[in-house]
């Protein structure tokens, strides 16, 4: 079963502007990492934050994460027509990594050139 | 490039048959976990080897089976296949210190398809 919810579903921004994506999850976490996915095909890392972080950069990307309400957003800045892609969340519990990442739906990017 | 290889990239098989899909890890790592993901859906959990042994297993049936060697390679093993097996299957390839996870390496998936 899922963990959390993505939102929104899909989102469509010029080129440019920035894009926010929010993710919610249900139970206690190790570290929630944001993943990238073109066309369908094999996931690329983003970002990874801890359970006792609360904000994270690299590059472009900003990550948030408030453990007191599930959530993190990923912030892409002046974003690209590369950008377009669907992001995932995904979760790693507390209780250890034996049960691999939990995914949220994901968000659907696109970027108008 | 995350080093992690699948094959084959398609396949296309008919309900009650089996198939196995493989996947190469990146060198060094220790553990290798497999996902399906279904259409419009996310990556589901299906289960994770460390150091050759099954240690994690996501909500699937034991029709689902598995395997990783020592030479970095792992299998994903499907009996009796169901038309909702039809779907994206990626392996992912980590390192495990103190038994939490950490960044998964994926591989570019294998897409499935039961007729």
């Known amino acids: 079963s899922q963990q959390g919810e993505e939102d929104p579903q899909a989102l469509s921004i010029q080129e440019g502007e920035n894009a926010t994506m929010n993710c919610s999850y249900k139970?206690?976490?190790?570290?929630l990492q944001w993943y990238r996915q073109n066309s369908g095909r094999g996931l690329v890392h983003l970002i990874l934050?801890?359970?006792?972080?609360r904000e994270k950069h690299s590059g472009r990307l900003r990550v948030t994460l408030d453990t007191s309400k599930k959530s993190s957003s990923l912030l892409i800045t002046a974003s690209r027509a590369a950008d377009t892609a669907s992001y995932f969340c995904?979760?790693?519990?507390?209780?250890?990594?034996?049960?691999?990442?939990?995914f949220g739906k994901g968000t659907h990017l696109i970027i108008q050139p | 490039e995350t080093g992690v290889t699948q094959s084959p990239t398609h396949l296309i098989k008919t309900r009650g048959q089996q198939v196995t899909l493989r996947c190469s890890s990146q060198?060094?790592?220790?553990?290798v976990s497999w996902y399906q993901q279904a259409l419009g859906q996310g990556p589901q959990f299906i289960f994770q080897?460390?150091?050759?042994?099954?240690?994690g297993r996501g909500n699937f049936p034991p029709r689902f089976s598995g395997l990783q060697f020592p030479n970095y390679s792992s299998e994903l093993n499907v009996n009796a296949l169901e038309l909702d097996d039809s779907a994206l299957y990626l392996c992912?390839?980590?390192?495990?210190?103190?038994?939490?996870?950490?960044?998964?390496?994926f591989g570019p998936g294998t897409r499935l398809l039961v007729l």
């Open positions: 934050i801890r359970s006792n972080e």
């Open positions: 139970t206690s976490i190790n570290n």
């Open positions: 080897y460390y150091r050759e042994e099954e240690n």
């Open positions: 060198s060094g790592h220790n553990t």
């Open positions: 995904a979760t790693v519990g507390s209780g250890g990594g034996a049960d691999g990442l939990t």
């Open positions: 992912a390839s980590s390192w495990i210190a103190g038994g939490f996870q950490e960044t998964q390496y």
